[in-house]
């Protein structure tokens, strides 16, 4: 059998002969750099690990505020864009009723947690789900702009189908609550060249002025074909439409939809005509 020997057993251990080492021993700053080396390595990659989820909301939340802020006209290249939100007050609406609910904290409100939430989701009734998103929240923020005491803009987020995709987009309306001031459509899968071309800003300063409602209070707002040949050009009509997209027309019709949902009577049409009242 084989035996270990008494100096084996009883003489100094691994990390006792590495301590003994002089310390400009070259191998004893080698192994220290080494294991230096290996111990920052796990602790930046544990940390990349842990602060990923907080780094894609920071950026998710910055690339939202950039969007308000262009459809706002407030965006300025090269700013900082969480100092240039600070001009923009969020609020939160209780959708049926357009008053706001003071209960919610606008800086932790989630939509996405909840349109999923049983206690603030709506199902929406396959006869009124024009902008086809089956689901919504009761609640739902806006964006202000303010110019002293008055608003200047309010910026309502809209959604619904296209041909392909969500549609997903910001639209700033005049202290009137009726005339459009501008729009963006941020976020959509549209094929290129044609749907897609509703992120065009050529197309989507089509919108501006444009008007929302007419004199009996509905939405009339719409994406059409061939306006400028069967409406002038300032014709009554024609503050009411928006020149289509060749080649795209269920998409523009998605638009239609969506516009006509959310500033329609299930979405900010009690909260833009309470506002207006108020602020007449």
């Not at 084996?8 to 750099?33: Q, W, Y």
């Not at 904290?105 to 996405?112: G, I």
């Not at 409406?231 to 503050?239: D, I």
Request: a positive charge; glycine letters at 8%.
């Amino acid at each position: 059998m084989l035996k270990l020997s008494n100096s084996t057993v009883s003489g100094p251990g691994m990390l006792a002969r590495f301590s003994a080492l002089p310390n400009e021993s070259p191998a004893k700053i080698l192994i220290v750099a080494t294991l230096l080396c290996l111990v920052c390595a796990a602790l930046v990659s544990s940390a990349a690990v842990l602060l990923r989820p907080i780094h894609k909301a920071n950026e998710l939340l910055l690339s939202k505020q950039r969007e308000i802020l262009r459809v706002a006209g407030l965006y300025r290249e090269g700013e900082s864009i969480s100092a240039m939100f600070r001009q923009i007050e969020t609020r939160i609406v209780a959708l049926p009723s357009g008053q706001y609910a003071t209960d919610i904290n606008p800086q932790t409100f989630d939509y996405a947690r909840a349109v999923i939430d049983p206690a603030t989701r709506v199902e929406i009734p396959d006869n009124k789900d024009i902008a086809r998103i089956r689901t919504m929240a009761k609640y739902a923020p806006v964006y202000l702009v303010t110019k002293g005491d008055a608003i200047g803009k309010i910026i309502v987020p809209v959604y619904g189908y296209g041909l392909w995709s969500t549609l997903r987009a910001y639209i700033a309306i005049k202290p009137d609550g009726n005339t459009i001031d501008g729009i963006s459509f941020y976020q959509h899968g549209e094929t290129p060249g044609l749907g897609a071309e509703i992120a065009n800003p050529r197309w989507q300063d089509k919108w501006k002025n444009k008007l929302i409602y007419d004199a009996t209070g509905a939405v009339k707002l719409q994406v059409v074909r061939g306006i400028f040949v069967t409406n002038a050009v300032g014709s009554e009509q024609s503050k009411y439409e928006v020149d289509g997209i060749s080649g795209a027309t269920l998409t523009t019709n998605g638009v239609t939809n969506l516009i006509r949902y959310w500033l329609g009577e299930s979405g900010f049409e009690a909260y833009l005509k309470t506002y207006h009242q108020e602020a007449g």
